[in-house]
């Protein structure tokens, strides 16, 4: 039965051997080991469908938006990546929550209501047109009212998804390994998240750009940026210093870290960052770690931590930063 299992993501097989009367502490190799931690996905082996889940986070995150009170820098937005796959967490609507949660182990969209059962939506290749109906249907049936504006955002050439049949596409063992993926950096990013005292946002996953990010910030507010839109008035309104990572897009076609730092202060490009195999982009004002650099280094989570700590850094001592109030010391935290 543990050989069966064993072709499993790591949650996923925990969770299978358990409905299968395994016990936990008799489990070989539950957990995967740095080949399975850091799995290879290049973005040409899963476009299709990294393009077609992005449209579903999408109308996802519409709905969160829609129905969950306004926090600044839109942090009332984003979906977390939770044990399961992808979650809004819980949004309240009038005397009860409910949750929507991408289930990327059981590959379904679950509904989950504080009051009532649980709905689900199946995950397979599907259009988005499909989909979003069935999405919006099952909400109606629980009595859960939510109107969107149905049209994607941060893409080129968006399709409204009530008549997206383009994106259909669902390679289940793909979106497993993205979720793999997305688990292991989450983790890291929250330990990086803590040592840091000063306003952080949370580890959050942005469903218009399809990234996983994580923001500090120095306490100034930032000039604004001219002709910029509402939404990128709030969203940076504050100095900031962001790492993130996402499954590969335009001028970056594969899986990649990124660093940045706004306003960008004088020679924050220049930086001699950590690792070596880091590099500035400047179409994006972006330094880049790939994902294929990481995941075959001989310590890819201690590569990964040099580039937030050392483009973070950068940023914040070019930026002129209160570093000493804003930092956990190295001896740990200030409060027990």
């Known amino acids: 039965m543990l050989r069966a ?16 009367g395994v016990g936990v ?14 799995p290879a996905l290049p973005l040409a082996s899963w476009a299709e469908t990294a393009a077609t889940l992005h449209m579903w986070t999408q109308i996802v995150g519409k709905i969160r938006l829609a129905l969950t009170p306004r926090l600044n820098h839109w942090w009332q937005v984003p979906l977390y990546v939770s044990a399961r796959g992808l979650t809004t967490s ?5 005397e009860r929550m409910f949750e929507i949660e991408f289930d990327l182990c059981a590959h379904h969209v679950a509904v989950r209501q504080s ?76 330990a990086f998240r803590g040592g840091f005292v000063g306003k952080a946002s949370p580890v959050h996953f942005f469903w218009g750009s399809f990234d996983l990010a994580v923001t500090r910030f120095s ?5 604004e940026r001219p002709g910029a839109d509402v939404i990128t008035r709030e969203a940076y309104s504050h100095e900031c210093s962001s790492v993130g990572f996402w499954p590969g897009s335009d001028p970056v076609w594969d899986p990649a ?15 001699p960052v950590r690792p070596g195999p880091a590099f500035y982009q400047p179409n994006l004002g972006q330094f880049i770690l790939m994902y294929d650099a990481v995941r075959s ?9 040099d580039f937030l ?12 930063w209160d570093r000493t109030a804003l930092e956990v010391p190295p001896e740990g935290p200030r409060d027990a």
């Open 5 to 20: 299992l064993k072709h499993l993501p790591a949650g996923c097989r925990i969770a299978a051997s358990l409905r299968a």
């Open 25 to 38: 502490f008799d489990m070989v190799n539950a957990y995967p080991d740095t080949s399975e931690t850091w």
């Open 90 to 94: 819980a949004i309240p609507y009038r």
């Open 115 to 190: 009051h009532g059962p649980t709905q689900y939506v199946p995950l397979y290749p599907r259009s988005v047109a499909d989909f979003y109906r069935e999405l919006m249907a099952v909400l109606r049936t629980i009595s859960i009212d939510v109107q969107i504006w149905p049209q994607p955002v941060e893409v080129p050439d968006p399709i409204r998804f009530p008549e997206d049949t383009v994106h259909a596409a669902y390679d289940a063992a793909a979106v497993q390994t993205f979720h793999r993926i997305l688990q292991r950096v989450d983790g890291i990013f929250k």
């Open 219 to 223: 306490g100034r507010r930032a000039p």
């Open 257 to 271: 870290f990124f660093a940045y730092t706004f306003p960008e202060p004088p020679g924050y490009a220049q930086q």
């Open 297 to 305: 280094a001989a310590a890819p989570e201690r590569m990964l931590q």
């Open 309 to 320: 700590q050392s483009t973070y850094e950068a940023g914040a001592t070019l930026g002129h």
